[in-house]
């Protein structure tokens, strides 16, 4: 038998996964799987671990089937989302074939909005520096109290400064000849403390034995940032530990801020150390709101899916929200094709979590894109006119709608071809 999708690719008769794959058991229901070549990981189910571990290119997904008893439809399903994930051997693809592979699939805005270039690509150096400085000893109870009391005197420090530190915020926040120095400023300084932040991931890793694949800098929507490969944390067993190598950048923005607010007695006398220590606090405030931002990609949301231990919670959520549309729409008669019950396996409180987490989501991208696009527009109609609608509504469609319409077509992919294998299964 031989299945084709909707786009005429038929998948092949005996798939047989990578070889190169590394299966590591974290729960009695979950593996890790890591593609040694490429760097990826992945958190999958028992069942379809043992699937993959069938598919060994000998043994057609009927005589798999039979072995297993499970629909030959889930079977044939699985094999698809493999060679969607490339983790089916082809007999042509080399490693580096491979990853230029995953390079095209990225949408074509996450590859103009982030461009980045790796400094250092091997895990010795992390070594190096975590033996020379004694890193260790970062990670004891004892360090936790030292960082409580620094924190505790930089508040108090703080509260002692408040309002002479308000007066210099709106000052230099104001319209003048200095604002574009500001700026410059804010933005060297907010490199490195993105820096230390990413390194403070790097270490925290390193300490609980995973490796640091590649440490560098890049430009997210034009502005300079660094960056940590720190996927080695979803081997850790404990949840604890993937909770500290998670939320160890934002301890450190911490840490840098309170050593620049117990500087604030010698600033009150030299101006040019006085208005560097504001704009870090400026920056640090900005960086605390976005990175404990659960709605978005970074630190809080990954902290966030540690502590529900649910990986990939943003892309299952909007998989599940489309999935929910997708059923009342069928239940309406709008579309022909019923909904995979795949997309909805889960308990009561996952279905809920995931319903929930992509209303929050969705609902925030659109009020915050939103309200920034108001603000663009009025700041450019004086120079634009009524072209400034036209540019925003443009941006809008290209930021948000796209993307999203994208997300909509892969989640209707995934209902079309279970249906279709299912059709074939069906007729036979």
């Known amino acids: 038998m031989s299945i084709a999708t909707e786009n005429e690719h038929t998948l092949p008769r005996h798939p047989q996964v990578l070889t190169d794959l590394v299966y590591l058991q974290t729960s009695p229901q979950r593996y890790l799987v890591k593609d040694t070549k490429t760097g990826r990981y992945f958190r999958l189910s028992a069942a379809v671990v043992c699937i993959m571990q069938h598919l060994d290119g000998t043994r057609a997904p009927e005589v798999i089937s039979a072995e297993l008893g499970l629909n030959v439809t889930s079977i044939l399903y699985i094999v698809n989302q493999l060679e969607q994930l490339l983790l089916l051997e082809t007999g ?162 911490f840490f840098l801020t309170s050593l620049a607010l117990l500087l604030l007695p010698l600033g009150a006398r030299i101006h040019w150390l006085w208005i560097g220590i504001v704009l870090i606090l400026l920056i640090a405030c900005i960086r605390a709101i976005i990175n404990f931002n659960p709605l978005i990609r970074l630190d809080g949301y990954y902290l966030l899916a540690d502590l529900l231990n649910i990986e990939n919670l943003r892309q299952k959520a909007f998989n599940f929200l489309f999935s929910t549309v997708r059923q009342g729409l069928y239940k309406l008669r709008l579309t022909q094709i019923p909904p995979a019950q795949q997309m909805f396996r889960g308990s009561f409180q996952e279905k809920l979590i995931f319903l929930l987490y992509g209303i929050f989501s969705l609902s925030y991208i659109m009020i915050w894109c939103t309200t920034l696009a108001i603000s663009y527009m009025h700041l450019l109609v004086r120079y634009l006119g009524p072209w400034s609608s036209y540019l925003i509504f443009l941006g809008i469609a290209v930021v948000i709608i796209y993307p999203l319409w994208m997300r909509w077509e892969m989640n209707s992919q995934k209902h079309r071809a279970f249906h279709k294998y299912q059709l074939e299964h069906d007729r036979k």
């Open 92 to 253: 042509t693809d080399e490693p580096e074939q491979r990853k230029k592979k995953l390079k095209r699939q990225r949408h074509w805005l996450m590859r103009i909005s982030l461009q980045r270039k790796d400094l250092i690509t091997t895990d010795l150096w992390m070594d190096r520096v975590y033996q020379a400085l004694r890193l260790k000893y970062v990670f004891s109870p004892w360090f936790g109290v030292a960082l409580l009391v620094l924190y505790t005197g930089a508040l108090l420090m703080y509260l002692h400064y408040q309002e002479p530190i308000q007066k210099t915020l709106e000052t230099i926040t104001q319209w003048n000849g200095n604002l574009p120095a500001y700026v410059a400023i804010s933005l060297a300084l907010d490199f490195v403390i993105c820096l230390f932040h990413e390194l403070a991931h790097g270490f925290a890793c390193k300490h609980f034995g995973g490796k640091v694949q590649a440490l560098g800098v890049g430009l997210y929507f034009f502005r300079p940032v660094s960056y940590c490969d720190v996927t080695d944390a979803w081997t850790f067993s404990k949840r604890s530990q993937r909770l500290v190598t998670h939320g160890a950048g934002m301890a450190m923005n």
